[in-house]
């Protein structure tokens, strides 16, 4: 694995700013961005789509072979953002290439801009337009009007790909128009894009930070006792009151009782909760209401993720990044090392001890 | 019943294009509503191919891949439901819920699958040191073309096979095994974090993280907030930004200045 070894210069060998990229390459990339997420995975999702759509317009940017092999290593930088919006970051990165920004603040801004982009996209798309479009249009095709799929593509696509040509334009003109302002406070650009850069890595660490610590571990159990009210006849009372006394502390779970050892009555809870008190009450016409207790007995469990929580939300994602770093920063540890521990984590933390070898209090990390 | 290789070989393409395309490309022709008529056409029934797609579109409106999560998957849920209720002539919402245990496979098989290709971003890496923008195109075909294969081949089986086989294979994987898979998938995204903090990160950021972790954490525990989220926490971190950025630069404006502060009162 010596090829991750690889380290991306700070800056770019030829610093001159390359021409402004033409209308056709544009078009090239956001035809290809259409392929973004053709190599998803868990580790940096959409890189290798996003490196693919990018490589027209990196190819026109970086004349220096060098230089394009740095650029093209670090456009495999994580990144999750919206298929259909991604052209927005496409023509910003773009632009900063094109001025030969460093290669820091290239990354900084990519996965900022990307980022937040998650959401909107899914707002506008999969929770506006296609709910619309597809709750409309399968109800056409129950009714069974071939023109339903005909319909929900065209409207689908009319609106995609407004968005993907008009978007890339857009973004790659306003990073362009930009670059002058951004140049002349180089450093302090820099400075505000790792800022922000490193504050959306905190945001992510929570908002995709899904993994929790699901053990529970059982703590013995708790005892109550239940209230049940029942109206019967005054015989049938009779027997109720003839019930044994209990020792409340020791009765099997279960046992019915109206007065426990000492014959007094029992303190137990009703269906909502409020302490009533058990015994026998004549309703004058041959009927008695009778509320009696049933010893219940609960397991208790101790829920690891609930102790994690009250000392901080997302502490298991924030802790796994942060261990990451450490071996990514100090270790020498690879990105593939990376994965391969975490797959370890996963599989060992779901291994069914309680099974295999009867350690019952462990049900699975997950 | 019997089919004949034709449809099988149709439904093959069809199934491999509709993986490809529920990921890329249009992102729409997998949807139950375009593949239930196609699939009805090729088994000869295209009315019923279609009122089944819309069932099942319906069905999938509350689950879509938000927020990078795997719901059920729509492609093999919705060929296979089209394939029942065409062949076997079940009802529609029949055939949809006959469906759901090999959709759940599906989504089982596209967190496996997620999980599985990271290794393959080396390649990728590999090509980009050597500034090889050809081998990106072709890893990229490689890529989409063993995902088509897989969902073709799965749907393909099950389609000749049948639909006890479904609930059969989804009961076979042990249930731990799936848990620490899908645990893994989900703990691999911190990868990726943690290379970028490493380019970003010195000693003056470990407080805008932070930041950013604490604020999120507060924002997202507000549920009407929760679908905005990363919008909210990205404006804010711009303010931040931004602000430095004043700052760095009125601080040297300043000095050029001669100490003039610029508002100019």
Redo the contacts between chains.
């Keep these: 694995?010596a090829?991750?070894e690889?380290v991306?210069p700070e800056q770019y060998e030829d610093l001159t700013p390359a021409p402004q990229v033409d209308k056709k390459t544009l078009n090239r990339m956001v035809w290809r961005s259409?392929?973004?997420?053709?190599?998803?995975?868990?580790?940096?999702?959409q890189?290798?789509?996003w490196?693919?759509a990018m490589?027209p317009g990196?190819?026109k940017v970086h004349t220096n072979?060098?230089d394009?092999?740095a650029s093209?290593?670090?456009?495999?930088?994580?990144i999750?953002t919206h298929?259909?919006l991604v052209t927005f970051v496409m023509g910003i990165v773009l632009s900063l290439e094109q001025n030969k920004f460093d290669t820091?603040t290239i990354?900084?801004v990519r996965?900022?801009a990307a980022?937040?982009l998650?959401?909107?996209g899914?707002?506008l798309f999969?929770?506006t337009l296609?709910?619309i479009t597809?709750?409309i249009?399968?109800?056409?095709?129950?009714d069974?009007?071939?023109l339903?799929?005909f319909i929900?593509?065209i409207v689908?696509?009319a609106a995609?790909f407004a968005c993907r040509f008009g978007l890339m334009g857009w973004a790659y003109k306003l990073g362009t128009s930009a670059i002058d302002a951004l140049t002349a406070?180089m450093?302090?650009?820099t400075?505000?894009?790792?800022?922000?850069?490193?504050?959306?890595?905190?945001?992510?660490?929570?908002?995709?930070?899904?993994?929790q610590i699901n053990l529970e571990i059982p703590n013995g159990s708790s005892r109550s006792i239940a209230a049940t009210t029942v109206v019967v006849s005054n015989k049938e009372a009779k027997s109720y009151e003839d019930l044994e006394g209990i020792d409340t502390e020791k009765a099997d779970a279960g046992t019915i009782a109206i007065a426990d050892k000492d014959g007094k009555p029992l303190t137990a809870a009703d269906a909502d909760g409020n302490a009533v008190e058990t015994g026998v009450k004549d309703l004058g016409n041959g009927l008695s209401s009778v509320t009696y207790g049933t010893v219940t007995e609960s397991p208790v469990t101790f829920k690891v993720a609930d102790t994690l929580n009250t000392v901080?939300?997302?502490l298991v994602?924030?802790c796994?990044?942060l261990l990451?770093?450490f071996?990514?920063?100090k270790k020498n540890f690879t990105?593939?090392m990376?994965?391969v521990l975490?797959?370890i984590?996963?599989?060992?933390?779901?291994?069914?001890l309680n099974e295999w070898f009867g350690i019952s209090w462990w049900t699975?990390?997950? | 019943m019997e089919f004949n290789f034709v449809q099988v070989i149709l439904v093959f393409i069809v199934t491999f294009i509709a993986a490809i395309d529920q990921?890329?490309?249009?992102?729409?022709?997998y949807?139950p509503?375009?593949t239930?008529?196609i699939i009805g056409a090729i088994l000869g029934d295209?009315?019923t191919g279609?009122?089944v797609?819309?069932?099942y579109?319906?069905m999938t409106?509350g689950n879509?891949?938000?927020?990078?999560a795997q719901p059920p998957n729509a492609v093999i849920g919705g060929i296979l439901a089209a394939v029942f209720a065409c062949s076997l002539g079940m009802e529609?919402t029949a055939a949809t819920a006959a469906a759901i245990p090999f959709a759940l496979l599906g989504q089982y098989g596209v967190t496996l699958f997620?999980?599985l290709?990271?290794?393959?971003?080396?390649s990728?890496?590999?090509?980009?040191?050597?500034?090889d923008?050809k081998r990106?195109?072709v890893?990229?075909i490689i890529?989409?073309v063993i995902l088509g294969l897989i969902f073709a081949v799965i749907v393909t089986l099950f389609f000749v096979a049948g639909q006890g086989v479904g609930q059969a294979v989804v009961d076979a994987i042990?249930a731990?095994?799936n848990?620490?898979?899908?645990?893994?998938?989900?703990?691999?995204?911190?990868?990726?974090?943690?290379?970028?903090?490493?380019?970003?990160?010195?000693r003056?950021?470990?407080a805008?993280?932070?930041?950013?972790?604490?604020?999120?954490?507060i924002v997202?525990?507000i549920p009407d907030l929760s679908?905005?989220?990363?919008?909210i926490?990205?404006l804010?971190?711009?303010g931040?930004?931004?602000w430095?950025?004043q700052q760095?630069?009125e601080l040297?404006g300043a000095i050029a200045d001669g100490g003039d502060m610029s508002d100019g009162i």
């Design positions: 694995m090829s991750n690889f991306v259409y392929w973004l997420q053709s190599s998803f995975n868990y580790e940096t999702m890189s290798g789509g490196l693919f490589v990196l190819e072979k060098k394009l092999a093209m290593y670090h456009n495999l930088d994580f999750n298929p259909f820091q990354r900084s996965i900022s980022s937040p998650g959401g909107i899914d707002a999969w929770l296609v709910p597809a709750g249009t399968s109800n056409m095709a129950i069974g009007n071939i339903a799929p929900f593509l689908f696509h995609l406070n450093q302090a650009f400075r505000a894009a790792a800022i922000m850069g490193c504050f959306v890595v905190g945001c992510l660490t929570v908002a995709m930070g899904g993994t901080m939300p997302k994602p924030l796994l990044v990451l770093y071996l990514f920063s990105p593939m990376g994965i975490v797959l984590i996963g599989i060992v933390g779901a291994f069914p699975g990390l997950w | 990921f890329d490309f249009t992102e729409s022709l949807q509503i375009v239930g008529p295209m009315n279609l009122v797609g819309g069932t579109q319906l409106i879509m891949p938000i927020g990078g529609p997620f999980t290709r990271a290794p393959l971003m080396e990728f890496r590999d090509a980009a040191i050597k500034a923008t990106i195109t890893l990229t890529s989409e042990p731990w095994l848990t620490g898979l899908s645990a893994a998938g989900g703990m691999m995204r911190f990868v990726g974090f943690a290379i970028l903090l490493k380019i970003m990160m010195n003056d950021m470990w805008f993280f932070l930041l950013g972790f604490a604020l999120t954490n997202a525990a679908s905005p989220t990363l919008l926490m990205a804010i971190g711009f931040i930004a931004f430095d950025f760095q630069t040297k």
